[in-house]
């Protein structure tokens, strides 16, 4: 324990907000409440500090990236993007670059973005392609990575071509996503996601399309993008637009393993922080701020219902304008607005739920560990019948774009985000100048952080 952390006690542990809980509000839901989402693991993970080299050093990039990037899970693309013989996806994390193809046969594979005779890299941008051709010296491969020639080969009697395959990394697929993982002697990605497949089945995101696809550059460190999407603290200061139909101080947070992690804030209530609202100001608040709420802009309340129950009948019925079934049929109100956010470890955060899914990704831009890619996704369930729409291309905002500027994203939700980016330059800059070189987390809203930090270090001590 730290020098300047004091000895807890159990009730300095279990501390939650006096608020009702998200438990409390499923005790109201009509419709049967999954289990996953009335598990409650009640983490606590220690109450040590964390170094700020842990963001600022060029030193530990590198074990990040040796230890991390070479080592995990990591969600490329869509499953669709990849769809048809031909289809290849370049996926570039730190220094390294990978290539994901679609076979002639139709089996995914994946390999190391990088030409075996003179190093250039092999595939410069994603698109379609009979073979896997080297610009530099046409030096060629099949999709499959099988060697099928090059110029002049009676200058290569030494190279065995039944040995010159291109090296692959593995290659899987959960939820309509690819993920690869340069370790090839890793886990497999379902023994690695742990809970998550079960928790999802209900929800199908293999079944949506991305709608959505926004990325910018942020000057921080990736962790420090990546920690403000894995916690609710900071609404109350950073986000106070959103209090009058957000519970953010009684988000519930859980940890399975070392790979999964979840934050649920209840949205159609206010704020403990809040006071003297009406059910009418939450809904007057709400109506038509992002992706996730339902229109129209503008509603009453009927008499005995609630804002959130009012939420969720109009989530139901916009749903039922392009699909079979009625969510108020079997869904609760929580899977038909709330933010219910996982994370798999280290850097992918999809929501879950019957509605359009925001997912975030953060990763380092390219090699320099003091800027991020950060990305916005959002998937949605294709429309009972419908034609599936093609994925978009990812839009990468200019250096002085805004996130409220991308008309995908619209000015609410994006003002939400460009509120998150405001921060980030601000906390790379202010870990310069922590006197004593830590940083303080809280016990229960910020374990997801601690959590994260702590999986780092079990890549890096070599405990995973």
């Not at 304008?321 to 049929?329: E, G, S, V, W």
């Not at 390219?366 to 998937?379: F, K, P, R, W």
């Not at 429309?383 to 000015?411: H, I, T």
């Not at 906390?427 to 780092?456: C, D, P, W």
Request: proline fraction near 6%; charged fraction near 25%.
């Amino acid at each position: 324990m730290d020098a300047n952390t004091k000895t807890l006690t159990a009730e300095h542990i279990a501390a939650r907000s006096p608020g009702p809980s998200y438990q409390d509000l499923l005790d109201k839901e009509v419709n049967p409440v999954p289990d996953s989402l009335r598990e409650n693991t009640n983490p606590y993970l220690g109450s040590d500090n964390l170094s700020v080299d842990r963001y600022l050093s060029r030193e530990f990039h590198e074990l990040e990236v040796e230890h991390i990037w070479k080592r995990t899970w990591q969600a490329v693309c869509r499953v669709t993007e990849v769809g048809e013989p031909g289809d290849t996806f370049v996926y570039d994390i730190a220094t390294m670059s990978i290539v994901v193809t679609r076979t002639e046969q139709g089996t995914l594979k994946a390999f190391k973005n990088a030409c075996l005779h003179r190093g250039r890299q092999l595939v410069d941008k994603t698109g379609n392609y009979k073979d896997l051709r080297c610009p530099y010296h046409a030096f060629t491969w099949s999709l499959d990575g099988e060697f099928k020639g090059a110029p002049c080969k009676w200058d290569f009697p030494h190279l065995d071509e039944d040995q010159f395959g291109l090296p692959e990394v593995l290659v899987d697929t959960w939820g309509g996503w690819v993920f690869i993982n340069m370790d090839r002697n890793s886990q497999s990605l379902h023994d690695y996601l742990g809970v998550l497949p079960a928790h999802f089945e209900r929800w199908k995101p293999e079944n949506a399309y991305k709608m959505i696809h926004v990325e910018k550059v942020i000057p921080c460190n990736w962790k420090v993008g990546w920690e403000a999407f894995i916690e609710s603290y900071h609404a109350v200061a950073t986000h106070p637009q959103i209090l009058p139909y957000t519970d953010d101080a009684d988000s519930q947070y859980d940890v399975w393993g070392p790979h999964i992690s979840r934050t649920i804030t209840a949205l159609g209530v206010p704020s403990f922080h809040l006071k003297n609202l009406v059910d009418q100001d939450v809904v007057d608040t709400m109506l038509g701020v992002s992706p996730m709420v339902a229109r129209p802009t503008e509603a009453e309340v009927p008499a005995g219902m609630t804002a959130r129950e009012f939420i969720g009948q109009l989530n139901a019925d916009e749903f039922s304008k392009n699909h079979d079934t009625r969510l108020d049929t079997f869904a609760t109100n929580s899977e038909r607005m709330d933010s219910i956010l996982y994370s798999i470890f280290p850097n992918f955060a999809p929501w879950a739920g019957f509605h359009p899914n925001i997912t975030y990704r953060f990763r380092p831009n390219g090699d320099d560990h003091t800027s991020a890619l950060m990305e916005i996704i959002v998937i949605c369930q294709l429309a009972s019948d419908a034609e599936r729409p093609k994925d978009v291309p990812v839009r990468r905002l200019g250096d002085n774009e805004l996130f409220s500027q991308a008309p995908e994203l619209g000015e609410s939700l994006g003002t939400i985000f460009d509120q998150d980016l405001f921060n980030m330059p601000m906390i790379q800059k202010g870990m310069n100048n922590v006197e004593s070189r830590e940083l303080i987390l809280a016990n229960y809203h910020e374990v997801r952080i601690r959590h994260f930090h702590q999986t780092i270090d079990k890549y890096i001590n070599g405990e995973l």
